[in-house]
């Protein structure tokens, strides 16, 4: 059975400040990786997944996630946030597209 | 293309009353999803469908909660009777099929609150 920690529950940072949260995953097959977002009072999105090739793996709005498969991590980054990344950030791992499994969410809060 | 489609958006119940969450998922999608969402927690999957067929239900509290979704197109979630701690937020999802490499799409959820 897979799992999925997400050490940090909140981060606040400053606007235009970089910003890491950090994804941890355990699992016995071989994984694929998401990290969705939630703005408040909206459905989960889809931030970026990582199935196969390139383990750097890019968003449209300028996040960025490296799987690490010896370090069996897959955390998230931005060189500089801005107000409107404030949400809550939930990566995910799926066993070949099955069953998906949720960590328990990072608050991210970008203060002006 | 339209994606998943839940209604309704809110619910408030007392304990011990019965609920009923309709979801309709992205058109041609074979793999349907229903999680339940606890405030401050991450999405938990309640069960688990591919087409009309049930894949995982082992987190679900059977005793109260079931779902069907009998045509292969969209689903119905129920409660009965419900408990203070169901309140949460159900979430449906849809993936293209259950041997595809793919992402789930989301619905924006119910909100249910029993008091």
């Known amino acids: 059975a897979q799992s999925v920690t997400q050490l940090d529950s909140q981060v606040p940072v400053f606007e235009e400040a970089p910003v890491e949260l950090r994804c941890n995953y355990s699992?016995?097959?071989?994984?694929?990786l998401f990290w969705y977002v939630q703005y408040p009072n909206q459905g989960l999105q889809l931030l970026l997944k990582?199935?196969?090739?390139?383990?750097l793996v890019e968003s449209i709005n300028g996040f960025e996630a490296e799987f690490n498969k010896s370090q069996t991590s897959f955390h998230l980054r931005k060189p500089s946030v801005h107000i409107s990344d404030t949400a809550e950030y939930f990566c995910?791992?799926?066993?070949?597209?099955?069953?998906?499994?949720f960590g328990p969410g990072t608050r991210l809060s970008v203060l002006p | 293309e339209a994606g998943v489609a839940q209604s309704p958006r809110y619910k408030i119940i007392e304990k011990r009353q019965s609920v009923a969450f309709w979801c309709n998922p992205i058109?041609?999608?074979?793999?349907l999803y229903w999680y339940q969402q606890i405030l401050g927690q991450g999405p938990k999957l309640l069960i688990q469908f591919q087409n009309n067929g049930v894949v995982d239900d082992s987190q679900l509290p059977k005793d109260r909660f079931s779902a069907e979704r009998l045509k292969g197109v969209d689903s119905t979630l129920k409660i009965q009777p419900a408990k203070l701690e169901d309140s949460a937020v159900y979430l449906c999802a849809s993936s293209l099929d259950f041997y595809t490499l793919t992402e789930a799409f989301f619905g924006q959820g119910t909100r249910l609150t029993v008091v």
């Open positions: 058109s041609g999608h074979a793999t």
């Open positions: 990582y199935l196969s090739g390139s383990t």
């Open positions: 995910a791992v799926s066993d070949y597209g099955q069953n998906f499994v």
């Open positions: 699992s016995s097959v071989s994984v694929y």
